[in-house]
């Protein structure tokens, strides 16, 4: 798949740029992006939930009631679960929701990504940049130039560039990451894949290996 590479004015330039057809044109593997999209999903959970059992409920130990003659059970706590107020039982603990995947299943999921969204025409090569300063304006004027003010934007850069990060990071919608953290559920996520052209290189050199 060859692709025209974009100035950030928006316009086509002369250079074009060929895809690798072993990342984005394989057979999709939708169990694949599956796992790893619920892997990223657990990942980002917190975990903290939590509620009181009996032992850390403080309530009296009192005799709510005589032992006999009520018809009720002989409750002799009122931290009881079966009481309003008392602890509960099999309550939420806090715990790792986090799992392991292989690192070929998840290489699987990124090109199955990388090939879905090739397909769909999702994918635009931009001409290497970057910003003078960080300014949100300039970020702003580069959506504009490629009329995606308004859809979901994910930017890959080869290297960290902090200017280029710090004008997209006020923005709704656009998310920029390095070739090294590019992962399924952004790609997914979003509804444009921008490529910085010296980015695909690294790309390939990651998910090749």
């Known amino acids: ?42 990942n980002g959970r917190q975990g903290t939930h939590k509620t009181k059992e009996r032992a850390e409920i403080a309530r009296t130990t009192k005799k709510a009631f005589r032992q006999k003659g009520t018809g009720g059970a002989r409750r002799g706590s009122m931290k009881s679960p079966l009481v309003r107020g008392g602890g509960r039982v099999f309550g939420p603990q806090p715990r790792d ?21 090739a397909k769909e025409n999702g994918i635009i090569i931009l001409e290497d940049f970057s910003f003078e300063a960080p300014k949100t304006k300039n970020y702003i004027d580069l959506l504009k130039n490629l009329e995606m003010s308004d859809k979901k934007t994910l930017l890959v850069v080869a290297d960290s560039n902090k200017n280029i990060y710090l004008s997209s990071r006020n923005l709704n919608g656009t998310k920029v990451v390095t070739a090294s953290e590019l992962n399924t559920y952004d790609v997914l996520n979003a509804t444009n894949l921008l490529l910085v052209e010296s980015s695909i290189k690294e790309i ?6």
């Open 97 to 117: 929701y986090s799992f392991k995947l292989n690192k070929k299943l998840k290489k699987l999921a990124r090109k199955s990504a990388l090939t879905y969204k």
């Open 204 to 209: 390939e050199k990651i998910l090749n290996n």
């Open 1 to 42: 798949m060859e692709l025209a590479v974009i100035n950030i004015s928006g316009k086509k330039t002369t250079k074009k740029v060929k895809l690798d057809d072993d990342i984005y044109a394989i057979e999709p593997n939708d169990h694949a992006i599956y796992l790893d999209c619920k892997q990223h999903e657990a």
